[in-house]
């Protein structure tokens, strides 16, 4: 039997994610997408089966980050898989056919050209499941500035999360919260692009600001060399990056 899909409930998605994902932790969110087993007789979620799998979408943090894959693209124009959850136990190549589903979903209900996702190395990521669904690899130095993770009180939060909860950044400031809080450097991140409509393919890869580059077998050459940026370039950089897969 066939799996379906169909888009769920915010608080839904943010339920499963929270609990399920690695991350544990909620994120920017436009569409949420469940994948169902038909199969399987459930009591939630009406009459569709029992909710395997959750595919959440969001807008991209920051101009940036969308003027960074091409310039002539509008905000509204590009989406973030921000978060991708599949029960465990679910079939081989689930989740290949689900990202599948979703995009053809995305291509009948939107006017979205491109998707954007990232991998983390610091998860011994490589963007598997990007490679075996066709995603286009840009490599790993679209992200222009060293950036770094804080642990606090035990837990490893993106510096938007520090902020918003605590006010602020500063390390004298989070010392006084935590006495043996940690400046945790990160690894670059292997960026991920999808081209939506076949239509929009040619016109699109060749306005691109990043070259499309060979899929990465490891993560090797993730780390920052001595060289940095020079300060005034943090905002952009920071912006340019802000995946919301991170916070």
Request: proline share 4%.
């Amino acid at each position: 039997m066939e799996y379906t899909i169909e888009v769920i409930d915010k608080s839904i998605a943010k339920d499963l994610i929270i609990k399920n994902h690695y991350s544990h932790k909620w994120t920017s969110c436009r569409y949420a997408i469940g994948l169902f087993d038909p199969s399987i007789k459930s009591n939630d979620l009406f009459d569709k089966g029992k909710l395997i799998g959750v595919a959440v979408y969001g807008f991209p943090v920051g101009r940036q980050t969308v003027k960074s894959i091409t310039p002539n693209l509008e905000n509204n124009e590009v989406l973030e898989l921000t978060r991708l959850w599949l029960e465990d136990d679910a079939p081989k190549n689930s989740e290949s056919y689900f990202l599948g589903k979703t995009f053809d979903w995305l291509r009948k209900n939107t006017e979205i050209k491109v998707l954007i996702s990232y991998s983390d190395p610091m998860q011994d990521h490589l963007g598997i499941i990007y490679q075996a669904t066709n995603w286009l690899y840009q490599g790993n130095n679209t992200m222009l500035i060293k950036g770094y993770l804080h642990k606090i009180n035990g837990e490893i939060m993106h510096p938007r999360s520090v902020v918003a909860l605590y006010g602020t950044i500063k390390e004298v400031d989070i010392k006084k919260i935590d006495p043996n809080y940690e400046r945790i450097e990160m690894k670059k991140k292997h960026r991920y692009l999808y081209i939506l409509h076949k239509k929009d393919r040619k016109k699109l890869m060749s306005e691109l600001k990043h070259k499309i580059i060979p899929y990465p077998k490891d993560n090797l050459n993730c780390g920052w060399e001595k060289k940095e940026k020079k300060k005034n370039d943090t905002t952009n950089a920071q912006l340019e990056h802000g995946c919301s897969a991170c916070t």
